[in-house]
């Protein structure tokens, strides 16, 4: 499509948007779940095409949002203590853990590694062997299941010396805590964790919680395709889940990829920075992987850690504030300098309100 | 970071492993987790993994439907 019908598309989807909100009268606040959405929301300018009683806040679907600052610091003490090599995804580096970050370690002559792909640490694990090689597991259903099918290339190669130190997370707890809130309306649902899950895995939020979700792409139209579903959806009273990116989320998900998943990783509890502790939120190793453990194999001991409390990154990744209403933003934290985790991410909702300028309270 | 981008398979290069390709640049990845990809369909990528294959009849669907919306308003603004 060239930029000008795209843009045609764009207003006509807008102006539904609009007549809907208007003839439903009251205000709608809208959650979307995923971080990769916060910034193409951001980057596209989409609020600017919404009407006033039409709020999207932020959810907790940045993994280096969610992840705790004790991670960080357990991270880095594992690579002290055993003269490991961290293996990372580049999101993590900067983020700050109670004394300093991965950055901070490697300028101290620490090995941090990023890669693009988890499979790269197999590679560095063969080459550096003995030494210690440990993957930083971070990551939702999108990312877990391609650490876990490395994790199997590993044991089949009879690689030894790599290790992952898991703080993956599952969205469905979560999103249930959220369904709750009476003052959300509804969820744009994940595109790419939905390719993992299909889109049939969120009827509890129609029947437990009467809440409405659309699973959507990431273009900019897909967004506005799914904002007018789900619109549409939260006015009628009679929510459902939709599948707006239907080419490539399909209803029961990929099947190979969730058995790769429960074939490593078992569920388990998880603390998510802004939610606590939820039970089954997170994953950990089966028994039969169990060599791949870094928690048990490199164990370690941190002190719990504390969060600026300062930082409103709590509230901002359950939807409630806004980052506008942080007295650091854009001062004391900036991308340069991050204080939190939500401007540290470049998915994290302060550093998408940073780079581009988003106006308050929208 | 669960960033994923279509790009096309133009090879098979091992048991498992495929080469995509995308705007000329090419890149291998595993189709472990995507077993039924054959060479000339788009698959999303992310991670170094191959994490569904591209549904064209519903790709082709939403074009439409865009450019149905488009003319649909390009109609009303010559009118
Ligand atoms: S601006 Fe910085 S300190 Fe404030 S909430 Fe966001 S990440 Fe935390």
Redo the contacts between chains.
């Keep these: 499509?060239n930029p000008?019908?795209?843009n045609?598309?764009a207003?006509?989807?807008a102006r539904e948007i609009h007549e809907r909100c208007l003839s439903y009268g009251r205000p709608l606040r809208l959650m979307e779940v995923?971080?990769?959405h916060t910034m193409a929301i951001a980057e596209s300018g989409i609020k600017s095409l919404l009407p006033d009683n039409l709020q999207l806040v932020s959810g907790p679907?940045?993994?280096?949002c969610v992840t705790e600052k004790v991670f960080i610091d357990q991270a880095l003490e594992t690579g002290r203590r055993y003269d490991a090599c961290l293996v990372t995804?580049g999101?993590l580096v900067r983020v700050p853990g109670s004394s300093g970050s991965l950055a901070g370690f490697r300028s101290e002559g620490g090995s941090v590694r990023v890669v693009?792909?988890?499979?790269?640490a197999i590679e560095i694990a063969a080459k550096g062997a003995p030494r210690p090689v440990v993957f930083l597991g971070?990551?939702?259903e999108?990312?877990v299941?391609?650490v876990a099918?490395t994790v199997k290339v590993a044991k089949t190669r009879g690689v030894t010396n790599l290790f992952v130190l898991p703080a993956f997370k599952t969205i469905h707890r979560p999103l249930e805590v959220l369904a709750a809130k009476v003052d959300l309306h509804g969820f744009l649902l994940?595109?790419?964790?939905s390719?993992?899950l299909g889109s049939d895995c969120y009827r509890y939020l129609v029947t437990d919680y009467g809440k409405p979700g659309v699973v959507a792409g990431f273009e900019p139209?897909?967004i506005l395709v799914a904002l007018r579903d789900l619109v549409t959806l939260a006015a009628s009273g009679s929510p459902d889940i939709v599948n707006d990116y239907?080419?490539?989320?399909?209803p029961a998900g990929?099947p190979?990829?969730q058995a790769?998943i429960y074939e490593v990783f078992e569920e388990a509890d998880a603390s998510w920075r802004g939610l606590g502790l939820i039970p089954g939120s997170g994953l950990k190793f089966r028994p039969e992987y169990a060599s791949f453990d870094a928690t048990t194999r490199l164990q370690v001991e941190v002190p719990p850690a504390k969060d600026d409390p300062r930082c409103l990154c709590a509230a901002i990744l359950t939807g409630s504030r806004t980052p506008d209403k942080c007295g650091l933003f854009g001062r004391e934290c900036t991308p340069e300098e991050p204080v939190g985790p939500c401007m540290v991410?470049s998915?994290g909702t302060c550093a998408a309100y940073y780079k581009y300028g988003l106006a308050a309270g929208r | 970071m669960c960033l994923a981008v279509p790009m096309k398979l133009i090879e098979i290069t091992g048991e498992g492993t495929g080469r995509v390709d995308s705007g000329g640049v090419s890149t291998d990845v595993s189709l472990a987790m995507v077993p039924h990809a054959r060479v000339g369909d788009y698959i999303i990528i992310h991670a170094g993994f191959g994490i569904e294959v591209l549904d064209r009849e519903e790709a082709q669907i939403r074009i439409d439907l865009f450019r149905e919306l488009a003319e649909a308003t390009a109609h009303l603004e010559e009118a």
């Excluded at chain 1, 693009?116 to 790269?120: G, H, I």
Aim: proline residues 8%; glycine residues 8%.
């Design positions: 499509m000008a019908d795209e045609r598309t207003q006509v989807l995923c971080g990769t679907g940045c993994p280096v995804f999101d693009y792909s988890p499979l790269d971070v990551g939702f999108t990312t299941p391609t099918a994940p595109g790419h964790v390719a993992i139209l897909d239907r080419r490539v989320v399909r990929n190979t990829a790769t991410s998915e």
